[in-house]
């Protein structure tokens, strides 16, 4: 279907007049979609820095395979292998009970020195196995599996930190989704009202637009541009604090960033990103909500 | 050019409007359509444009097989078929030009043919120089004109008239019947529902008369055989 720039730009004007004309239903409208879509974004930022985040610590999780210190050389071999046998293991590495001590003073700092006394034959440690999971997210199931294992004495891994942003993030999700979805109907039946109001105000037109042999997509357009005007302009106001808002936030992630592995997403392109996120939401709304009252009205 | 068979037309609501009608109308004819009110006389009319489709049997205008027809493809068929209303259907808040405009504009005609032919239907209807004017400063005559200028502006090959004299006093109704004779003398096929007997009595055409649902006279230059 090509359209001719001409009708194009009379749909244009057509559906820039009827939200002029309508002028309190189209802010209405607009200061729906508005709050709808900066629900959205803040709720999107949020979510997807959250993301961000959990996938940074995951990626650092490593299961400790603490090994029963009366097992044999053999055993410990064996056991290693057997690891590596498992699904999703990306990499096992050996830790001796002398490494495991070094890296424990050296993480303790001064009060560490204290574990030095320790001689080689009495060091309380155990040999452990470094084990890093294919994906993070595999990381409990396989820490489960390990624990079964042959001379294995304890299994450790972040799981606090990993359950609890998983936990925090569905919530978050599950709440945010309700309230979106109940704001994005409320916005798309507003909008279906203020076409409503538009096509009764047009019905005279559209009736002889319909007798004199006026396609049906040529009616249909201006209430869809109508639609899309809503959408786009209750877009506006979201992105600008959008933009602001994470700019703020993104000159100041030094604050944040002292814990090395909380880190916000890059202002560029992420904002960016978000936007055309945000601005499809309210284009899609606008045009779904002239849909709606445009499919009643102009029955053919 | 028009051809109905066997047409029967039945309402969601249980009322049989048509029930089997048969007729044949050939182009250039002029054709009164008669009959008392819930007739069937605007079933007939609506089946024409596709404003309804027939429950069962088959019409045929200018080729096309209206019950067959996408919807797709009405308006297409609407751009070859000019109506004119009892209450003339103008837009209040236009100009008389541009009701007569907005009729071609709708059906994407470039604005120049649209500059140019709306002056030339104005003319023939004699409203010229009433082009500006809003529908309320003119008279009924004047706005039944430009009903008529705004249907004959595409060129239709039929011309519908849904009593087009209803609202009209006897001076005013024998100038559109003038201007509709001198419409069908160009060529163009005139079908027009009418309560006038005093027009049909006169200016003797071919006459339809319909009762219950059925046409139950077909003559050429007949009457309108109700006494009213």
Sequence with gaps: MVMKVRTLKRHVKEGLKSSWRNSWMTLASVGAVTTTLLLVSVFLALMMNLNH???????????????????????????????????????????????????????????????????????????????????????????????????????????????NIFTFNNYARNIG??????????????????????????????????????????????????????????????????????????????????????????????????????????????IWGSIMSVRKFLKV | MIEMLDVKKTYPNGVIALNGVSVKIKPGEFVYLVGQSGAGKSTFIKLIFREEKASSGSVTVNSKDLVQMKWKDVPILRRDIGVVFQDFKLLPKMTIYENVAFALEVIEQSPRQIRKRVMEVLDQVGLKNKARFIPDELSGGEQQRVAIARAIANYPKILIADEPTGNLDPDTSWEIMKLLEEINASGTTIIMATHSKEIVNTVKRRVIAMEDGLIVRDEYRGDYGYES
């Design chain 1, 53 to 163: 985040v959990a996938q940074n610590i995951e990626e650092d999780v490593l299961i400790k395979v603490l090994i029963d210190v009366t097992a044999t050389d053999d055993e410990v071999e064996e056991l290693g292998e057997s690891i590596k046998s498992l699904d999703n293991v990306e990499s096992v590495d050996f830790s001796s009970r002398d490494q495991e001590l070094k890296g424990l003073i050296d993480s303790l700092g001064d009060e560490g020195n204290v574990f030095s006394l320790y001689g080689d034959d009495e060091n309380p440690l155990n040999h452990a196995y470094i084990v890093k999971a294919v994906e993070p997210k595999d990381t409990i199931t396989l820490a489960e599996e390990i624990e079964s294992l042959n001379r294995v004495e304890k299994v450790n891994y972040g799981q606090d930190v990993v359950e």
């Design chain 1, 177 to 286: 989704l309700i309230l979106i979805v109940a704001l994005l109907f409320t916005a798309i039946f507003l909008i279906s009202n203020t076409i409503k109001i538009t096509i009764i105000a047009r019905r005279s037109e559209i009736e002889i637009m319909k007798l004199v042999g006026a396609t049906n997509w040529f009616i249909r357009w201006p209430f869809f541009i109508e639609g899309l005007l809503l959408g786009i302009l209750g877009s506006i106001i979201p992105i600008a604090l959008l933009f602001t808002g994470y700019y703020f936030l993104d000159q100041n992630s030094a604050m944040i960033n002292q814990f090395e592995f909380i880190t916000i997403l890059p202002f560029n392109p992420f904002v960016w990103q978000l936007s055309g996120i945000v601005i499809l939401i309210g284009a899609v709304i606008g």
